[in-house]
């Protein structure tokens, strides 16, 4: 059993920062990819940022430059720098890891204000 856990999450104004957590706790053996998604309401779930095992990453199109993805290979952790945040960053955004199969964390909501 494996469990995802995400944090930092919240309200910011247009320009502001927030700083994602997502920790996983269990039957962990090796944490292959992690990744960042995000929904938006009435929207589809969209890939936002991927890091491999060897720290590649990789980004859509339209947070690059902004949003950083990095990881903590010892706390089993993905993090998600989120900087210059737009009002079209809104979402929900959930992590997964591939751990032999994916997980999910449940999502924690980023509201961004104009």
């Known amino acids: 059993q494996v469990r995802l856990v995400e944090s930092g999450g919240g309200l910011v104004q247009a320009g502001g920062s927030l700083r994602l957590s997502c920790a996983a706790s269990?039957?962990?053996?090796?944490?292959?990819?992690m990744a960042w998604h995000r929904q938006a309401p009435g929207k589809q779930r969209e890939l936002v940022a991927t890091?491999?095992?060897?720290?590649?990453?990789n980004y859509a199109d339209s947070v690059k430059g902004r949003f950083t993805i990095s990881r903590d290979n010892d706390k089993n952790t993905v993090y998600l720098q989120m900087n210059t945040l737009k009002p079209e960053d809104t979402a929900v955004y959930y992590c997964?890891?591939?751990?032999?199969?994916?997980?999910w964390g449940q999502g924690t909501q980023v509201t961004v204000s104009s």
């Open positions: 997964r890891f591939n751990i032999l199969g994916d997980y």
């Open positions: 269990g039957n962990i053996i090796r944490i292959n990819a």
């Open positions: 890091i491999t095992s060897g720290g590649s990453t």
